[in-house]
């Protein structure tokens, strides 16, 4: 379990937060772990009929630690279930019960990415989408070089995932990773709305309609594999070392030398 990720039953509904605020809600992997058992649980528990995820603070996450991704941390896991940021893609890639969002702050790289495995997504009216991976000398991930054109088109993906363009949520709702987008004061009632809505329905129509709309999973999870292994190569280049370097010097990487 990890102090970083609150767990709150709300009826029937799971409520999985990010809660690291003096981070901007960075994801270790003790909250990768934590977040996968979480959606284990729910996954198992005939009680909890909606999954909700949300943040506290003003950013709803800043994507994976940086730091993790630096000290080596962020690629180490037991070699039988995989690392904990696998476990997580892959919780909710293949989640039969919905999976709601609430993004009511700036989301960034796989603060991005999760929302594409989400059954709807709602945004506060300050919330940002930005996938910063070729600025960081690293790959999409969360199968999103797939996901992402398909829900919003090539060219559309390229802005966020080749140009790592920000973009607010009224074109995140544009490009179809948003379905609506709420007052900041709004955002959570809303969400809690639909969640409550969902949980509702008749928990089999409902998964198998979840199944059928998503489809055979393999390619999917065929696409966070072959992702994974080029993140894992491109994190041992000299690309990432100067990206990484320029983070901590809160400087722009320059790549001009490389290639
Ligand atoms: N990993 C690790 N630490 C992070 C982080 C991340 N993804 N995002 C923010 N932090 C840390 C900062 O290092 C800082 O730590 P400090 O107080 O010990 O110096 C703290 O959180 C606050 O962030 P700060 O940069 O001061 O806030 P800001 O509002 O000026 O900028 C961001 C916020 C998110 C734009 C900026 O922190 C950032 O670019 N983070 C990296 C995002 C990223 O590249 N994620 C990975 C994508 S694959």
Do not use: W
């Not at 729910?42 to 994507?63: C, K, N, P, V």
């Amino acid at each position: 379990m990890s102090e970083h990720i609150s767990i709150k039953r709300d009826g029937a509904v799971l409520r999985l937060g990010f809660n690291r605020p003096e981070k901007k809600n960075a994801i270790t992997t003790q909250m990768y772990a934590a977040l996968a058992e979480g959606l284990a649980e729910a996954q198992q528990d005939a009680s909890l009929r909606a999954i909700m995820l949300e943040a506290t603070g003003d950013f709803f996450t800043s994507g994976n630690d940086v730091a993790d991704f630096m000290s080596g941390e962020a690629m180490k896991g037991d070699p039988h279930v995989g690392r904990p940021v696998e476990r997580f893609l892959l919780a909710i890639a293949t989640a039969e019960k919905p999976l709601i969002a609430a993004v009511q702050g700036p989301a960034v790289g796989v603060g991005v990415t999760m929302l594409l495995h989400c059954d709807l997504v709602f945004a506060s009216e300050n919330a940002t989408f930005h996938t910063p991976f070729t600025d960081l000398a690293l790959v999409p991930e969360a199968a999103s070089s797939l996901l992402l054109p398909r829900i919003a088109g090539h060219q559309r993906a390229a802005e966020l995932l080749m140009l790592g363009k920000k973009i607010d949520a009224v074109r995140a709702r544009e490009f179809g990773i948003v379905n609506d987008v709420a007052a900041c004061d709004a955002l959570e009632e809303t969400v809690l709305g639909a969640a409550r809505t969902l949980s509702d329905k008749a928990p089999a129509a409902l998964r198998l309609t979840k199944q059928l709309m998503k489809g055979a999973r393999e390619e999917t999870l065929a696409r966070m594999k072959e992702e994974g292994g080029h993140f894992a190569a491109q994190l041992q280049s000299a690309e990432f070392r100067e990206a990484g370097a320029a983070f901590l010097q809160k400087r722009k990487p320059d790549f001009s030398n490389l290639g």
